[in-house]
């Protein structure tokens, strides 16, 4: 029954990313809904799988939607329940914008990620944080629906620290 | 490299230096083309093979020849006319001129040279510049000398001193270019930093493509690159020697840093640094490595550039709500924002000259490189296009390279120059793709 339950979450969450190509970090090859229903809850690919290891962001900016908050309600969780693990969120944003102001950018959004987590209760050194600017799109093509897929933040969870 | 300049020694030459170079371009001679920013008509000018004064200098004499007339033709303001309409040619280079060889080609100005091959690997190029309606030399004749190896760079000094002649203005032929080489698929793009001439020649790679890495940036001696590298996971700024070709991190303090610049001494470091999602702009002593904050707003502050008296900092910032461009005293402070039009501004970058600041600009979904005064009038763009981005400035502050990336799946980017009229727009050649160049200074 359990088993059932996660597997129907997860066919939800890979309909919304579709379109997706690529996963970052840990989460290669959990769009294969062959392999959805067999990761463990404590692993990193349940974590990208059920979880939802990224937050989207509107153009330019890095406020977190009542969306994205959900989602990094149930990461909050995620981490209270495996407390070996630690995140590394990396902060993303789509090529509409110059180099180095994109840099910025991702370190923006990125940290509204931690400094939200470290609301809802993980520990402050359990996150860190990474930009890529612009420079890791994983959706290609130049319109908004590959773009609002790139202004992202993700969550990737390993066991230990992050540097 | 060291390339000699001496005189030539002719009975009306007398002991050549760069200083007297300057005398004569001082010495205003009877041709001269004005740069204006206007359309102008191409100087018409011919530059006949330089004649090998050895059977095994011919090769040699024809290449050299080849790069002259294109950094002349590449500037836009100059027209060859080509070998095929030549009524004479130059078959010894003391020999007298025969100007109305010339004059029936209509070429104003004619470019003379012979090229020497040593057993020693060295090799000496000696030219002269001829007003042809006047009938006259225009400033000295010129000698350079050097190894073989260095053939392309003693051909760009002579384009630069026949540039600098005609026009009044230092060339900018004898320069290069440091930039981020990028190949692969977008979504899986590798960068690493590569180097080549101003034109694309000599190309070679500085670094492997195992991390990733940004925006390098020339020191003002040349001898050196900053750039932001992913080598520890996260952006840091690290410094290249390009002598020894070791490189290493600015530092080891925390947080990203990235979006370096030396200042015009080399003696001061620019760069932005993230900490708790907000990014400021430090500057880093070389000699101390001390760090000294020089804004402090909640709002990104990035991409900042020195004046060339080093006593003013050009940069962007969004503290007014989105990205525009702010000049600053060095040492921090009050700044005065310089960017009013319609869009955003970004990545601005002080000319050579101090006389205007370039910028990417981004309105209405386009991208453009530009240009305006320090107090943001007299704004000119000079380029639109889906992705035009990240400016650097010609030694002698006459034109611009930036990055031009195509829309959709296969988008790349690409290095082109435009002239600050925007004119001469040109794909600047690159064995892979290219983005986020650094021009040089003149080599010395």
């Not at chain 2, 004569?24 to 530059?47: C, H, M, N, S, Y």
Request: proline share 5%; hydrophobic share 40%; with cysteine.
């Amino acid at each position: 029954m359990n088993i059932r339950l996660a597997a129907l979450i997860i066919m939800g969450v890979l309909s919304l990313s579709a379109c997706s190509n690529r996963f970052d970090g840990m989460g290669a090859g959990a769009n294969d809904p062959s392999k959805a229903g067999n990761y463990q809850p404590n692993t990193p690919e349940y974590f990208v799988a059920s979880v939802g290891d990224r937050v989207l962001f509107a153009v330019d900016q890095s406020t977190l939607s009542s969306e994205a908050m959900s989602i990094l309600d149930k990461q909050a969780d995620w981490l209270a329940q495996n407390g070996e693990f630690s995140a590394l969120i990396e902060g993303h944003a789509d090529e509409q914008g110059t180099r180095e102001y994109n840099l910025a950018l991702g370190a923006r959004r990125a940290s509204a990620v931690q400094a939200y987590l470290v609301s809802r209760g993980v520990a402050d050194n359990r996150l860190s944080t990474v930009t890529y600017g612009k420079e890791r799109p994983i959706e290609i093509c130049s319109t908004e629906e590959c773009w609002s897929k790139n202004r992202r933040a993700v969550t990737v969870v390993q066991v230990g620290t992050t540097s | 490299m060291r390339t000699i300049l001496r005189s030539l020694f002719t009975g009306v030459l007398s002991a050549v230096s760069l200083a007297t170079v300057a005398v004569a371009q001082d010495a205003k001679g009877p041709l001269r083309i004005e740069i204006t920013e206007g359309v102008i008509e191409p100087l018409p000018f011919a530059a006949p093979t330089f004649a090998p004064e050895s059977a095994q200098a011919a090769e040699m004499a024809a290449n050299i020849t080849s790069v002259v007339v294109a950094d002349l033709t590449g500037s836009g303001i100059f027209r060859e006319i080509p070998p095929s309409a030549h009524i004479s040619g130059i078959t010894n280079f003391d020999s007298p001129i025969q100007f109305s060889d010339w004059k029936a080609v209509n070429a104003q100005a004619l470019i003379t040279g012979a090229v020497a091959v040593q057993g020693n690997g060295q090799i000496s190029v000696k030219f002269r510049l001829f007003d042809v309606f006047a009938q006259s030399a225009l400033g000295d004749g010129l000698q350079f000398q050097g190894t073989s190896n260095d053939w392309r760079r003693m051909a760009h000094k002579v384009a630069d001193a026949v540039y600098s002649r005609l026009t009044g203005e230092s060339g900018y032929f004898d320069s290069r270019v440091v930039f981020v080489s990028e190949s692969g698929p977008k979504n899986a793009r590798r960068k690493r930093l590569a180097l080549m001439d101003y034109d694309g020649a000599n190309y070679r790679n500085l670094t492997d493509d195992h991390a990733l890495v940004l925006a390098p940036r020339f020191s003002n001696d040349g001898r050196q690159v900053l750039y932001t590298s992913y080598e520890t996971g996260k952006p840091k700024v690290f410094v290249l020697d390009l002598a020894t070709m070791r490189q290493h991190a600015l530092d080891d303090l925390p947080g990203m840093t990235f979006s370096p610049r030396f200042s015009p001494d080399d003696r001061t470091i620019l760069l932005s640094l993230s900490d708790g999602g907000n990014t400021d702009i430090y500057s880093v002593d070389v000699a101390t490595g001390q760090r000294s904050r020089l804004t402090s707003a909640p709002s990104i502050e990035t991409a900042p550039s020195y004046s060339p008296d080093g006593r003013q900092i050009v940069f962007e910032s969004d503290r007014a709500g989105t990205q525009q461009l702010y000049i600053m005293a060095a040492s921090g402070g009050e700044a005065r924002r310089i960017s009013f039009g319609a869009g955003r501004y970004g990545t601005p970058v002080w000319s050579p000259r101090g006389d205007l600041v370039a910028f990417t600009k981004i309105n209405q979904g386009r991208f453009h490189v530009g240009v305006m005064r320090l107090d943001g009038s007299d704004e000119r763009l000079l380029t639109a296009s889906f992705l035009d981005e990240g400016p650097t400035w010609s030694p002698n502050g006459r034109v611009l390279m930036f990055f031009r990336q195509n829309a959709g799946s296969d988008g790349a980017p690409s290095l082109y120059s435009v002239d600050i009229s925007g004119r001469n727009l040109r794909k600047v050649p690159t064995p892979e793709f290219g983005s986020d160049p650094s021009w040089s200074g003149l080599l010395k």
